[in-house]
């Protein structure tokens, strides 16, 4: 509680700064340090804004659905709008919280036999979970992500029907050739649709922490939902050097983001964990559309330039192949947008370490 009531004048002095542009994490914890204090009220009013205001969030949902369903305060209304709250959750990304406060509500509800359908699907994504780190090193004790290798600038590399062709070789950077395949229209612009209903503040940590030096929007894609989307990882695998299986736990959501004039990413690497334990080692970038102008790609180290056009995509890796430790010319940049507006999509591909 005490650390509750010394947040909550420092988060409530962001709100208050950023208006509507407040991210949903700091808006969270907001949330969490009300209940901390008893101020439940003023919890559930913030989870709610933190709906309003980025309503893909997943977590805002499972915070507030726990706290109407909470047994000292629980009524039929409550209960029903934490059911309404958590299935909501649920379909924004199945987590194991989501699922166990949906299967304690209903249990309240009365449902015992479906509350306990959740509960194992709660065990068992929780189980699943636990296992990934595990599973991602036995793929890589098997190979992991392939790692082409080119002696010369220019040298092309053929991997079935995509060629990669190599545009520096300190940090090893290649453009991917005929990554769609037939279908780079209609992939290209499914990707697109179904992020501009997901955009919000980009980040550039796993625990919500904006930066100046990243100004864009983002939004995550889950490839198993949408048959264009899956195909089109199947594709990046293959690539990769993975079946899907392999790929699956190595892999993170198709991540994409949008820039508009101004929007840009200062010098940064990608080798950021993904979660517990694992690196990024490899990054596949994939551009949306033609940006008017502005908005490269560069990698200093290489003084290499990549200008964003619709359907090239880049294949780059963040780690050095022997010790697994970041490469440190591997850190790059996306230039300000000048005019128009830029979409580019990735996939990071994790080593264990």
């Known amino acids: 509680a005490g650390r509750g009531r010394e947040a909550i004048p420092a988060y409530s002095a962001v709100v208050d700064a950023l208006g509507a542009a407040t991210p949903g994490g700091v808006l969270n914890n907001l949330g969490a340090a009300y209940l901390a204090v008893d101020a439940v009220s003023s919890a559930e009013m913030t989870w709610r804004r933190a709906i309003t205001l980025h309503p893909a969030r997943a977590d805002a949902y499972v915070n507030l659905a726990i706290s109407l369903s909470a047994e000292e305060r629980a009524t039929g209304a409550r209960l029903r709008e934490a059911e309404s709250v958590a299935t909501t959750a649920l379909e924004l990304g199945a987590t194991d919280k989501a699922l166990h406060v949906l299967a304690n509500v209903r249990q309240s509800l009365g449902d015992s036999e479906e509350s306990a359908v959740l509960e ?167 551009y949306l559309n033609d940006v008017t102008e502005g908005g490269d790609t560069v990698f200093p180290a290489a003084g290499l330039a990549v200008t964003p056009t619709r359907g090239s995509a880049l294949l780059f890796y963040n780690l050095d192949e022997k010790t697994g430790e970041p490469d440190p010319l591997a850190v790059h940049a996306a230039l300000p947008v000048v005019s128009g507006e830029k979409l580019a999509a990735n996939f990071w591909v994790r080593r264990v370490v």
Request: aromatic share 8%.
């Open 120 to 286: 194992r699907r709660a065990a068992a994504l929780r189980e699943l979970s636990e296992s990934s780190c595990e599973e991602a090193a036995a793929v890589v004790a098997g190979g992991g992500a392939r790692r082409y290798v080119a002696t010369s600038v220019g040298e092309s590399i053929a991997v079935g029907d995509v060629r990669l062709v190599a545009l520096s070789l300190a940090p090893a950077v290649f453009r991917v050739d005929g990554l769609f395949g037939d279908s780079e229209a209609t992939t290209l612009d499914r990707i697109a649709a179904l992020a501009r209903e997901r955009f919000a503040t980009s980040y550039v940590t796993a625990d919500g922490a904006s930066s100046p030096e990243r100004t864009s929007r983002t939004a995550w894609l889950k490839t198993a939902a949408d048959p264009a989307l899956a195909a089109f990882r199947d594709r990046v695998a293959a690539v990769c050097g993975l079946t899907v299986e392999e790929f699956l736990p190595l892999a993170e959501d198709l991540q994409v983001v949008w820039y508009g004039p101004g929007d840009e990413f200062g010098l940064h690497h990608d080798s950021s964990a993904g979660f517990a334990g694992a690196r990024r080692e490899l990054t596949l970038l994939v």
